[in-house]
C-alpha cells in the first residue's frame, strides 16, 4: 500500500525500522545525486528486481 509521508515520516522510518530506500531513476541520474544508503533500482525494473532486491520484512520508500 503506498502512503505518502515527508521528512520528518522518512526519517523515523529509517532510524526506527531501518527502512529501504529505493531511488527509481536511471544510473546516470542516480549517480549524480542521491540519499545515500539508497538502492537504486531504475522504474523500468522495478517489478523485476525488488523481489530479489528488497527484504519484505522491512519498509520500502520508493522515491
Known sequence: MATRIWRDGLLRLIRDEAAQ???VLPPPEFENEHIEGAISIP??????DAKERLDPGR???VY
Open 59 to 61: 519498509p520500502v520508500v
Open 43 to 48: 522504474l523500468k525494473d522495478l517489478d523485476r
Open 21 to 23: 530506500l529505493v531511488e
